[in-house]
Structures are given as structure tokens and as C-alpha cells.
């Protein structure tokens, strides 16, 4: 059972553009939501994570939006560049047990 | 900046052979994790360890699969006989503390042919 399911697959964004990517979870007990980033060849990185006593956190480029009663979730990324071309993770963990659970994956490609 | 260490970064096996994979977390981690990645796929994790002791290995399958961090640093992951079905991207991770941001490294490719 996917407990964290994120859409889409892959996105393809014009430079400058606004890339977003959604994701929604089943557990109520998920009360830490990261985002990681991943480039070819190299380890997830923590891009950006928020709590749910917040809507919302910004970070540069990189915002979260976050709405608790719909259980969803999602990254823009404002004035998309090139450089930001790589795959994106959502994940979920709950406090009281730090397991990461992860949704699929998002390849995003940022065209000139 | 500190990063997690693994090794080797690739491998080719073929099925019923045994492989061993290495990861040295960043100094003064205690948490440890190893994941399994398959192409296409977010990491999924395999095993927790707690400086040495293991907390959570639900999803490791220990008919073949074996991971230990004697003191309580750096790890190794055993896969013993490689199947098929392993070939994935295998990710080490470590964090300060349970509750604390993980850094995965590198990663180890392996192919089981």
C-alpha cells in the first residue's frame, strides 16, 4: 500500500516557469513532511521540509504548501532553471518514529 | 562539508553470488540507515540502526539479507545469494539522531545478472 502517492511522474517546465509537483497521504499520524532532491548518480538531499502546524514555508525558489485536512501537499518552484532538472521525492514521517516513507518520485526537466 | 561514504559505487554479480556493500556515516552520526532503491521508485527502508543496535529491520528480508554495524559506525549490507529481483540502487543514510535530517550517500549500483 502506497502511503504517500505523488503525482506526476515526470513534468517538463520551460525555464522561468512554475514546476509543481502534489502529494497526498493515507496516515494521520504523519507530522513531518521533507522533500528531497535527487540528481543522476547521487544520493537523495534534503531540499525543504515543513510541519503541519504551518500552510505554508518558503525557502529561495522553493515553497510548500501544505493542507491538513485534505492530507495533501506539494512543491513550487518559482522561476524554474535548468539547474533544477532533477528527480524529486515527497516523504512523510511521523515523530514518534522516524521511518521516512517516500512517494515515487517526480523527474522533472527544466527546458531552455 | 561532510558527506556519507559508500563503496563500491557499482557492482555486477550474478545470481547466487554473495555482495557486501560499505558505508561510513558522517562523524558523530548515530542513526544509520540503509535503503533499497529500484529504478523509477523512492527509496524504500531496509534497515535502522541506533549506534550499534538494530531498531527496526521489518522490511529487511533476512532469509539473504544481513547488516551489521559492530561499533557502532560504519555498516555493512550482505546480500547472500544476489537474486534478479536485487538489482536496484542500495543508499546509505545517517542522521545525528532518530528525530534528526538524514544525508544519504552516493549510493552502490548493483546489477545481478
Known amino acids: 500500500q502506497q502511503q504517500v502517492k505523488q503525482s506526476p511522474q515526470s513534468l517538463i517546465v520551460q525555464k522561468g516557469g512554475i514546476s509543481i509537483i502534489n502529494c497526498a497521504y493515507e496516515n494521520t499520524a504523519f507530522d513531518y513532511f521533507p522533500w528531497y532532491q535527487q540528481f543522476p548518480g547521487k544520493g537523495p538531499a534534503l531540499l525543504i521540509a515543513i510541519r503541519p502546524d504551518v500552510s505554508e514555508k518558503k525557502e529561495g525558489r522553493f515553497t510548500i504548501s501544505f493542507n491538513k485536512s485534505a492530507k495533501q501537499f506539494s512543491l513550487h518552484i518559482m522561476d524554474s532553471q535548468p539547474g533544477d532538472s532533477a528527480t524529486y521525492f515527497c516523504?512523510?514521517?511521523?515523530?514518534?518514529?522516524?521511518?521516512?516513507?517516500f512517494g515515487i518520485g517526480t523527474k522533472l526537466q527544466v527546458i531552455p | 562539508e561532510a558527506e556519507v561514504a559508500q563503496s563500491p559505487r557499482y557492482k555486477i554479480t550474478e545470481k547466487s553470488q554473495a555482495v557486501a556493500f560499505w558505508c561510513d556515516p558522517i562523524s558523530g552520526h548515530a542513526t544509520l540507515y540503509w535503503y533499497r532503491q529500484i529504478l523509477g521508485q523512492g527509496p524504500e527502508l531496509l534497515v535502522q540502526?541506533?549506534?550499534?543496535?538494530?531498531?527496526?529491520d521489518s522490511q529487511l528480508p533476512k532469509d539473504r539479507f544481513s547488516a551489521e554495524r559492530l561499533k557502532g559506525v560504519d555498516s555493512t549490507l550482505k546480500i547472500q545469494p544476489a537474486e534478479l529481483g536485487d538489482s536496484a540502487m542500495y543508499l546509505c543514510?545517517?542522521?545525528?539522531?532518530?528525530?534528526?535530517?538524514?544525508?544519504f550517500g552516493p549510493g552502490t549500483r548493483l546489477l545481478v545478472l
Open positions: 543514510a545517517s542522521s545525528l539522531g532518530e528525530k534528526e535530517t538524514q544525508y
Open positions: 540502526f541506533q549506534d550499534e543496535s538494530v531498531v527496526d
Open positions: 516523504a512523510a514521517s511521523s515523530q514518534g518514529y522516524q521511518k521516512v516513507t
